[in-house]
Nanobody
Framework: QVQLVESGGGLVQAGGSLRLSCAAS????????MGWFRQAPGKERDIVAG????????YYADSVKGRFTISRDNAKNTVYLQMNSLKPEDTAVYYC????????????????WGQGTRVTVSS
């Protein structure tokens, strides 16, 4: 089973930026789409962004379009989430996600999650 380890969360003021990283285990990382989800207190875990195995196609939730960018480095088995123009409503625990099957679309489905990294945006 794939292991996912997120990093890069923290406290930032509204309008600021953060970059999250997710290191994935396994030699076949480049065969799998990857995603980022988030879960705010009292809310469900929702997809934020996804990227296909080659990086050629991406998906973004409407709430983050134009502000967040997902990317990946297959040589490093790492996926990133660059978050700009952060808003207080972006406050959540952010999870890296991987699908069960290779060659899937950016939107998922996703089946495995890391432990999460907390992002807090102050107003």
């Amino acid at each position: 089973q794939v292991q996912l380890v997120e990093s890069g969360g923290g406290l930032v003021q509204a309008g600021g930026s953060l970059r999250l990283s997710c290191a994935a285990s396994g030699p076949t990382f480049s065969n799998y789409a990857m995603g980022w989800f988030r879960q705010a207190p009292g809310k469900e875990r929702d997809i934020v962004a996804g990227i296909t195995r080659s990086g050629g196609s991406t998906y973004y939730a409407d709430s983050v379009k134009g502000r967040f960018t997902i990317s990946r480095d297959n040589a490093k088995n790492t996926v990133y989430l660059q978050m700009n123009s952060l808003k207080p409503e972006d406050t959540a625990v952010y999870y890296c996600a991987a699908p069960r099957y290779a060659w899937g679309p950016a939107i998922g489905p996703y089946n495995y999650w890391g432990q999460g990294t907390r992002v807090t945006v102050s107003s």
